[in-house]
């Protein structure tokens, strides 16, 4: 498979200009330059920034100084700690992945789309010269597999519109149901020598999310160990997730994980990637601060062998907070495995 170099490994900065208050205090305060120099010291390569359009614009699509203050600032915290930088579009008008943000409309609205465009155009002729530093990841998480006709077409534009202020600035492509690792196929943008394949990868679901309260059928008390079987999860996966088993119930009941089950998870999304010359990228991956530490890392182990298998360049999902948090005290003790195992 192509490699993606100097993005090899990398952490989210989930919560900062993204899914937050939006106030000053939070832009300013949240993720602070000496993060920056931790995240290096772990032995990344990069970070991957989510970015919500209201730190860019105003409703009325006007751009906002001060918030390209902020992403100025936090470019040059990247650099100066010798970190790479994926610059993720988190939400646009017109569509989240969260349906609490109330935004609708986006893969059927030209006027939408032309907010988008002008937006990523704005931000290719800020940053594009900062080549073989920065990626531009389109839009995160794009939800429903009847999106992807509108979204080739919207990515495809969008990204001829970037090459003419970034010819050469890597462009990420995700496909639908979240970032699936199994979309990936999906995709259909035409040739361009700088398209990166974009997945995010949860699985099994009901491990990395277990209590999670955002998903409405799960019961905040559920706990599962990362050595429960595949009957057990898939079970549970069915009660809780609804029914997302991510394939569990095609092995015997009691198999339990292992790095296999990961390397024949992300086997197809790779073929297509090896196929059409493309690399491939995930861009948030982990488990949620309901578990054990020591369960959390066990399961870190198994992913990580698996994307050295297929030489996969990806961001841990996430620095600090935002229910996944990696520099949080509660993984004190098994950070210094931890982050061997990203």
Same mark, same amino acid.
């Given at each position: 498979?192509?490699?993606w170099?100097g993005?090899?490994?990398g952490?989210?900065l989930?919560?900062?200009?993204?899914q937050c208050?939006? /106030?000053?205090?939070?832009y300013? %305060?949240? +993720?602070r330059e000496?993060?920056?120099?931790? !995240? &290096?010291?772990?032995?990344? *390569?990069?970070v991957?920034?989510?970015?919500?359009?209201n730190?860019?614009?105003?409703?009325d699509?006007n751009?906002?100084?001060?918030g390209?203050?902020h992403?100025?600032?936090?470019?040059?915290?990247?650099?100066a700690?010798?970190l790479?930088?994926?610059l993720d579009?988190?939400k646009?008008?017109?569509?989240s992945f969260?349906?609490d943000?109330k935004?609708?409309?986006f893969?059927?609205?030209?006027?939408?789309?032309?907010r988008?465009?002008r937006?990523?155009?704005?931000?290719?002729?800020?940053?594009?010269?900062?080549?073989?530093r920065i990626?531009f990841?389109?839009?995160n998480?794009v939800t429903?597999e /009847?999106?992807?006709?509108a979204? %080739?077409? +919207?990515a495809a534009e969008?990204?001829?519109? !970037? &090459?003419?202020?970034?010819? *050469?600035?890597p462009?990420l492509?995700g496909?639908?149901?979240?970032?699936?690792?199994?979309?990936?196929?999906?995709i259909?943008?035409?040739?361009?020598?700088?398209l990166v394949?974009n997945?995010?990868c949860y699985?099994p679901l009901i491990?990395?999310h277990?209590?999670?309260?955002?998903?409405?059928?799960?019961d905040?008390?559920?706990r599962?160990?990362?050595t429960?079987?595949?009957?057990?999860m898939?079970?549970?996966?069915?009660?809780?997730?609804?029914?997302?088993?991510?394939?569990l119930?095609?092995?015997?009941?009691?198999t339990v994980?292992?790095a296999?089950?990961?390397?024949g998870?992300?086997?197809?999304?790779?073929?297509?990637?090896?196929?059409r010359g493309?690399?491939?990228?995930?861009g948030?991956?982990?488990v949620?601060?309901?578990?054990?530490?020591?369960?959390?890392?066990?399961w870190y182990?198994?992913i990580h062998?698996?994307?050295?298998?297929?030489?996969?360049?990806?961001a841990?999902?996430?620095?600090r907070?935002?229910d996944?948090?990696?520099?949080?005290?509660?993984m004190d003790?098994v950070?210094?495995?931890?982050?061997?195992?990203l």
């Amino acid at each position: 498979m192509v490699e993606w170099k100097g993005f090899r490994k990398g952490v989210d900065l989930g919560g900062w200009f993204s899914q937050c208050d939006y /106030s000053e205090e939070r832009y300013r %305060n949240f +993720i602070r330059e000496e993060d920056f120099a931790v !995240i &290096r010291g772990w032995g990344a *390569d990069h970070v991957r920034l989510p970015v919500d359009y209201n730190l860019l614009e105003d409703e009325d699509g006007n751009f906002l100084a001060s918030g390209f203050a902020h992403l100025d600032r936090a470019l040059g915290y990247c650099l100066a700690a010798g970190l790479n930088l994926v610059l993720d579009l988190h939400k646009t008008p017109g569509f989240s992945f969260d349906p609490d943000e109330k935004e609708s409309g986006f893969f059927d609205s030209e006027k939408y789309q032309e907010r988008f465009y002008r937006l990523w155009e704005e931000l290719a002729g800020r940053y594009g010269r900062h080549t073989g530093r920065i990626a531009f990841e389109l839009l995160n998480e794009v939800t429903e597999e /009847s999106y992807m006709p509108a979204w %080739n077409r +919207i990515a495809a534009e969008c990204i001829r519109r !970037i &090459r003419v202020h970034a010819p *050469d600035v890597p462009v990420l492509v995700g496909g639908y149901w979240h970032n699936s690792a199994r979309s990936v196929k999906a995709i259909d943008i035409p040739d361009d020598p700088h398209l990166v394949y974009n997945f995010h990868c949860y699985e099994p679901l009901i491990f990395t999310h277990q209590g999670a309260d955002w998903i409405p059928t799960m019961d905040p008390a559920f706990r599962i160990p990362v050595t429960a079987s595949f009957g057990e999860m898939a079970e549970a996966s069915r009660r809780m997730v609804g029914g997302n088993t991510a394939g569990l119930e095609d092995f015997p009941p009691e198999t339990v994980l292992t790095a296999d089950f990961f390397i024949g998870f992300l086997a197809e999304a790779a073929e297509a990637a090896e196929k059409r010359g493309v690399p491939l990228y995930c861009g948030e991956y982990g488990v949620i601060d309901r578990s054990r530490p020591e369960e959390a890392l066990a399961w870190y182990r198994l992913i990580h062998q698996a994307f050295e298998h297929y030489g996969i360049g990806r961001a841990a999902w996430s620095y600090r907070q935002m229910d996944f948090g990696l520099a949080d005290a509660r993984m004190d003790a098994v950070r210094p495995e931890l982050v061997l195992n990203l």
